[in-house]
């Protein structure tokens, strides 16, 4: 494999096959890459030898952790914003692509899938997770929002599972995630390399998927679910943390936890992502990411971000001062700025 290629895209067999191949990054995510993936998904809609794409993460960690953050917001401290949203533009549009792509559209998960690794995943015909599949969200962490079609996808996850992983960051192994309909299939470990092999033959892409399909198991966020539904839809932040300390009142181990956990997060991130679920029900996937790339060009201009990525990413320190730095400090109107429309930098979606 030619690892000066950050992302690989050849044809194999009836495959377009994509290869996310910066392992040591855990295949982040680069603006090359993300040109290299729309010229190549552009190439292979209109090519009738390629019946199927193929994307996998090159290594044994990671499919893809997400966007390269800590680059972004270098860009952004040297004032080179543009830059820093050019990635998230094209990232964007890609995703709305490979949305609509008109051929199966395979992602073959066997490690973290996490940002925008979720972007060029989610959104395609199939998910297949194998035993080491570890998905999430985890953007409120670092004063962000969880992105890359975010927006459309958790409003439309079970109950209020959605709004949970949003506000949470939660991680969700392959059970999980075969529940909540974010994979599609499972599969061993063992047997990527045999799937990978019958997709590049040509076989029917739901007899190669079937044939080696497993049961993952009992889904542990079930026994939760109640209490998710009951407390996540309650009408604010604020009110999802008083009913989840009342649950922990009662013995929910669980509700105490997540009532912890979030009280770490950005209170704007937190504020950011309960509208964006809120909304993104009635959203469209095109006006679900013309409405993120709103999102993302204010808070490139924010102090959350930068401070969450340094606490987190770079000084490591994992003591983030959030500004503001509580819920009730929030003001619902630089809330709604967010979402305001950018006029003329609007995201197209060619």
Known sequence: MDDSREAICERHGEAGVITLNRPKALNALTLSMVREMRRA??????????????VEGAGEKAFCAGGDIRRLTELGRAGQKA????????????????????????????????????????????????????????????GFFPDVGGT??????????????????????R???????????????????????????????????????????AAPLADQR????????????????????????????FAARTAAGMRTKSPTSMCIAFEQVRRGAEMDFEEAMRTEF?????????HDFYEGVRAVLVDKDNQPRWQPASLEEVDPAAIDR?????????????
């Open 83 to 142: 830059e820093g949203l050019a990635f998230w533009r094209e990232e964007y549009q890609l995703n709305a692509l490979i949305k609509r792509y008109p051929k199966p559209y395979i992602s073959l998960v066997d490690g973290i899938v996490m940002g925008g690794g979720v972007g060029v995943s989610l959104h395609g015909s199939h998910r297949v997770a194998g035993e080491r599949y570890l998905f999430a969200m985890p953007e409120v962490g670092i």
């Open 41 to 54: 998904l552009d190439a292979w809609a209109a090519d009738p030898a390629v019946s199927r794409i193929v």
């Open 226 to 253: 109640a209490v998710i539904d009951a407390c996540f839809s309650a009408g604010s932040v604020s009110a999802i943390l008083q009913r989840l300390d009342e649950a922990a009142e009662k013995g929910s181990d």
């Open 175 to 217: 059970a999980d995630a075969k529940m909540l309909g974010l994979a599609t299939h499972a599969i061993d470990s063992k047997d990527f390399g045999a799937l990978r092999q019958a997709l590049v033959d040509g076989e029917p892409v739901e007899n190669a998927l079937m044939r080696v399909s497993v049961d993952p198991g």
């Open 152 to 173: 459309y996808a958790l409003p439309r996850l079970p109950g209020q599972t959605g709004m949970y992983l949003a506000l949470t960051g939660e991680r969700v192994k």
């Open 294 to 302: 709103r999102i993302v060009s204010r808070i490139f201009d924010g």
């Open 338 to 350: 967010h979402f305001a429309s950018l006029g003329e930098r609007d995201l197209e979606i060619a």
